[in-house]
């Protein structure tokens, strides 16, 4: 049996020497640390699990037991998702729900959605990760709201350690169906007591609170329109005893907000104030729709927003006021959402598009190539709780990628390759490296081979959908 993560590197003893590894020669190196510093000819050093040196490549030691020629490429920061549902990958381009807006959108695939089971769960988990390592990113959230046919919030995290992916797993949940209101059916949610039990237990089992950890649980239900009031104040009330972060969807669309107004006499975020969903713990998916007393509201309490554009777009959902939240102060960071509402996960592309719709909304100076960068490291870190990710710094955990500026797509564009990874096409990286571990080198996926796993992803997926008709 192939061992756990966990048997491999253990992030509870982030001190314990391990193995070396030196980056030199980058072409460009991005810190995002304090200083926002770019250095060429730059590299670091890493021994074991975390970052030691960054600088000038002559001001590094000159050997390791690993060493890696960055010549020929920009290196950043590993990129953070803050929003995602990863099973949705099974279910990208369906065309019954390929120019809905939100709710017409949720309506029709919670019926495909009934049939998941576990293998699903896990293998579209594999297939979604392995699609963002390979743009990457190296940490990932995901919102896991549905359980049917005995999956479990275990068959996401199976895969997570399996690929070697920094996870944020939510334990979502859905309590709310159409009998009592809701907008899912009544097939597709769970009792109240029983969704807490769970949750009580995956963070019991696998949350990791120490520095460096890969993995950790967020308590997630899914949105006002699909839990109880009383799920959401009890689901607060046991994130904050076990220290954890709380996660759902607010003010993603126009219907969004005249679906609270109606059922709670408030705005998405006077609710969210109501039930204790601010605060530092806490992040909120989209937002497109948060006015100014909630934008005020995410400043006072540094409430977390995660910006998706792509999906934004592709359900017609909105511009989100992302320059406006920024400079309130209000923690902003990149999602890609899930791969059946941006039908790809590809976090440079997602980091161009947040930039060029901030445009679209509010001027070409509304975002620069380097804010929406942050966005896509700093800003992620910041929204999932983490001083750990995000900068490349000493002390720092070693999740770093590298770009090939010798590709076509950047030809022309190296008098500024930082701004050239955004504004140009999206690229993928030829290095990934998460905790001192290599996990794509060369451009090829090092802990899982690709092939056999999308060949039965796509198996499950037509499956899925048969069993939908």
């Known amino acids: 049996m192939e061992p756990t993560l966990a048997q491999r590197q253990n992030p509870r003893d982030p001190q314990k020497p391990g193995k070396t590894l030196l980056v030199k020669n980058a072409d460009m190196l991005v810190t995002m640390d304090g200083a926002r510093r770019e250095i060429r000819g730059g590299g670091l050093y890493v021994e074991g699990n975390r970052i030691?040196?960054?600088?000038?490549?002559?001001?590094?030691?000159?050997?390791?037991?690993?060493?890696?020629?960055?010549?020929?490429?920009?290196?950043?920061?590993?990129?953070?998702?803050?929003?995602?549902?990863?099973?949705?990958?099974?279910?990208?381009?369906?065309?019954?729900?390929?120019?809905?807006?939100?709710?017409?959108?949720?309506t029709s695939l919670y019926k495909v959605w009934a049939n998941l089971t576990p293998e699903m769960i896990e293998v579209s988990t594999l297939t979604a990760m392995s699609e963002?390592?390979?743009?990457?990113?190296?940490?990932?959230?995901?919102?896991?709201?549905?359980?049917?046919?005995?999956?479990?919030?275990?068959?996401?995290?199976r895969a997570a350690q399996r690929i070697g992916m920094r996870f944020h797993a939510s334990r979502g949940s859905m309590s709310v169906g159409q009998k009592d209101g809701g907008l899912p059916p009544d097939a597709v949610v769970e009792r109240d007591d029983a969704i807490l039990a769970d949750t009580q237990r995956v963070i019991e089992t696998y949350h990791d609170e120490g520095r460096y950890a890969m993995l950790r649980i967020v308590v997630a239900p899914c949105s006002p329109f699909s839990v109880s009031r009383d799920l959401m104040r009890e689901s607060a009330a046991l994130a904050r005893h076990y220290g954890v972060s709380m996660h759902t969807h607010l003010a993603e669309n126009a219907n969004d907000i005249a679906y609270s107004r109606e059922k709670f006499g408030m705005t998405p975020a006077e609710y969210a104030e109501d039930l204790g969903w601010v605060g530092r713990d806490v992040w909120h998916a989209h937002c497109v729709q948060l006015d100014d007393h909630g934008i005020g509201l995410f400043s006072r309490t540094c409430t977390g927003v995660a910006h998706c554009p792509c999906s934004n777009m592709r359900l017609a959902s909105g511009i989100a006021p992302v320059k406006k939240m920024r400079l309130a102060g209000v923690p902003v960071g990149l999602g890609v959402d899930g791969s059946a509402s941006n039908d790809g996960a590809q976090m440079v592309a997602e980091a161009r598009q947040a930039m060029?719709?901030?445009?679209?909304?509010?001027?070409?100076?509304?975002?620069?190539?380097?804010?929406?960068?942050?966005?896509?490291?700093?800003?992620?870190?910041?929204?999932?709780?983490?001083d750990d990710?995000?900068?490349?710094?000493?002390?720092?955990?070693?999740?770093?990628?590298?770009?090939?500026?010798?590709?076509?797509?950047?030809?022309?564009?190296l008098h500024d390759p930082v701004a050239a990874l955004v504004f140009c096409a999206p690229s993928q990286v030829a290095l990934s490296v998460i905790g001192g571990r290599v996990i794509v080198k060369e451009g090829v996926l090092q802990t899982v081979e690709l092939e056999p796993v999308i060949e039965r992803h796509n198996r499950l997926a037509a499956q899925l959908m048969q069993m939908a008709r």
Do not use: K
């Not at 000038?56 to 050997?63: F, N, Q, S, V």
């Not at 100076?365 to 983490?386: F, H, K, N, Y």
């Not at 995000?390 to 999740?399: E, F, I, Q, S």
């Open 356 to 386: 060029l719709l901030a445009r679209v909304g509010f001027g070409p100076d509304a975002m620069t190539a380097r804010e929406a960068l942050e966005i896509a490291t700093l800003g992620g870190s910041q929204v999932l709780g983490r």
């Open 52 to 106: 030691v040196a960054v600088g000038p490549t002559a001001e590094l030691p000159a050997t390791a037991d690993e060493v890696i020629d960055a010549s020929g490429h920009l290196v950043t920061p590993g990129l953070v998702n803050t929003h995602h549902h990863m099973y949705q990958s099974l279910t990208r381009a369906v065309p019954a729900a390929q120019d809905a807006e939100l709710f017409g959108w949720l």
């Open 132 to 157: 963002l390592l390979l743009s990457g990113c190296t940490t990932s959230s995901d919102h896991l709201y549905i359980y049917p046919n005995g999956s479990r919030l275990d068959d996401s995290i």
């Open 389 to 413: 990710i995000g900068a490349l710094a000493p002390g720092m955990a070693a999740d770093f990628v590298a770009f090939d500026l010798r590709q076509p797509l950047f030809a022309g564009a």
